[in-house]
T-cell receptor, first 112, second 117 residues
Framework: KNQVEQSPQSLIILEGKNCTLQCNYTVSPFSNLRWYKQDTGRGPVSLTIMTFSENTKSNGRYTATLDADTKQSSLHITASQLSDSASYICVVSAISNYQLIWGAGTKLIIKP | NAGVTQTPKFQVLKTGQSMTLQCAQDMNHNSMYWYRQDPGMGLRLIYYSASEGTTDKGEVPNGYNVSRLNKREFSLRLESAAPSQTSVYFC????????????????FGDGTRLSIL
């Protein structure tokens, strides 16, 4: 069964610190993996997309990595800011049945 | 830049009542989607419309109907609301440039928070 699991469920860090969020998936074959940011009370917003052939992609202070062999992705946030407080959701596109498999997200709280 | 607009933002219904959630996008996107988001779970696709004039069932379609009114608008109807349909409902849209709809970024509205008593 195609699944996407994210860890940790929630994370609290101090402003200015770095953090890494994990995404493990069993989707195969897949065409791409995308990370979304969802602020409280808002809809998700796409942060970055990675195809199966890419290893690393950056978007400002956000860096996503992908290891297609181990079926793992991570989202690294550098020098966190209060505005980074949000849920971060990993989504994998399954080619076999044209589905998007959504993870449950990691809730990140940045404390001053 | 309105993007995707959903109405209403909040709604409380009694069991058995019906209602329609409205969604409109101004990005000239071909594809539109309805999701529900429940605590501790990933977004689940209810219905989608890959292009104007077509609709297809997603992962959890039971108890819902949709209408793609035109390219801009995609509505979701609950015919007889049940407490299990208490959730946050999101509408999204995406373009289809350069690939399948599953490869495109989706643009979301801010959701409708629906409680059914």
């Amino acid at each position: 069964k195609n699944q996407v699991e994210q860890s940790p469920q929630s994370l609290i860090i101090l402003e200015g610190k770095n953090c890494t969020l994990q995404c493990n998936y069993t989707v195969s074959p897949f065409s791409n993996l995308r990370w979304y940011k969802q602020d409280t009370g808002r809809g998700p917003v796409s942060l970055t997309i990675m195809t199966f052939s890419e290893n690393t992609k950056s978007n400002g202070r956000y860096t996503a990595t992908l290891d297609a062999d181990t079926k793992q992705s991570s989202l690294h946030i550098t020098a966190s800011q209060l505005s980074d407080s949000a849920s971060y959701i990993c989504v994998v596109s399954a080619i076999s049945n044209y589905q998007l498999i959504w993870g449950a997200g990691t809730k990140l709280i940045i404390k001053p | 830049n309105a993007g995707v607009t959903q109405t209403p933002k909040f709604q409380v219904l009694k069991t058995g009542q019906s209602m329609t959630l409205q969604c409109a996008q101004d990005m000239n996107h071909n594809s539109m989607y309805w999701y529900r988001q429940d605590p501790g779970m990933g977004l689940r696709l209810i219905y989608y419309s890959a292009s104007e004039g077509t609709t297809d069932k997603g992962e959890v379609p039971n108890g819902y109907n949709v209408s793609r009114l035109n390219k801009r608008e995609f509505s979701l109807r609950l015919e007889s609301a049940a407490p299990s349909q208490t959730s946050v409902y999101f509408c999204a849209s995406s373009g289809t440039t350069g690939g399948n709809w599953i490869d495109q970024p989706q643009h979301f509205g801010d959701g409708t928070r629906l409680s059914i008593l």
